[in-house]
């Protein structure tokens, strides 16, 4: 059954050709989650589209159709965000590769749409990268059903302490090095990430002032999303580093 939807908030994640003159777009709406969109005759030089459907900008967007993919009726753009440049359009593309590998398509999540707005905001305002950056990746994770406990030790119950050193097995939560030291068994835990407990009470606060807990909850975090992406890499972090390096 075909279906209408009109002032929809929503962002563009990725555009792609279909034919000649026409695109998809997949975008990420705040009541409909991640919807693939035929933007007809979108790559015409005339066309009012053209130069509307553009990444990391708020738009407000109509469609209808009752197929996977349901045809573009309107796109206007907002305004109010500053665009993003140099550094920080990479950070971009790597939110938005994120969503579009681990969000699955129809699924709203109105709580990460409005993470990801703020996320954007805030680089483009030229905010620090670390606080932005594990900040949408921990609610990500958790609208997806993989939420993480950083302040309770999994074994005992009891919180995590910051003079402490934790593993963290992906699937649970950080566990006493020192406890699995003294059961003689590290169980799952051989390739399980390993973390000083204030990194984890830091993480627990959104608080990155510390440069090891930057560097520890960056490396954190890129192991357990590794894991929920099921090994599969992530171009724009290939990109980065590459740029890094030269």
Request: proline share 5%; net charge neutral; glycine share 10%.
């Amino acid at each position: 059954m075909s279906k209408r939807v009109d002032g929809q908030s929503a962002y563009v994640l990725h555009l792609h050709p279909y034919s000649e003159t026409s695109l998809v777009v997949d975008v990420f709406t705040r009541d409909h989650g991640r919807v693939p969109l035929l933007a007809r005759g979108a790559r015409r030089p005339r066309s009012a589209m053209r130069g509307l459907l553009m990444s990391f900008q708020p738009l407000e967007l109509g469609w209808f159709g009752g197929g996977e993919v349901k045809t573009l009726a309107k796109a206007e753009w907002l305004g109010g965000m500053p665009l993003l440049g140099g550094r920080c359009l990479l950070l971009g593309y790597y939110l938005n590769e994120l969503l579009l590998k681990m969000l699955p398509r129809e699924d709203a999540h109105s709580v990460l749409f409005d993470a990801y707005a703020a996320a954007l905001r805030a680089l483009a305002e030229g905010a620090a990268d670390a606080p932005e950056l594990r900040r949408f990746e921990k609610t990500l994770l958790k609208e997806i059903g993989y939420g993480l406990t950083l302040d309770v030790e999994m074994e005992t119950g009891q919180p995590v302490v910051a003079e402490g050193e934790y593993t963290y097995l992906i699937e649970r939560g950080p566990v006493a090095r020192a406890g699995l030291a003294q059961q003689g068994s590290q169980r799952d835990a051989s390739d399980s990430p390993i973390v000083r407990g204030k990194t984890l009470i830091d993480m627990a606060a959104d608080d990155y002032s510390d440069p090891r807990t930057r560097v520890e909850s960056r490396q954190l975090m890129r192991q357990l999303i590794a894991h929920h992406m099921g090994g599969k890499p992530l171009q724009s972090r290939r990109v980065f580093m590459e740029l890094q390096e030269l």
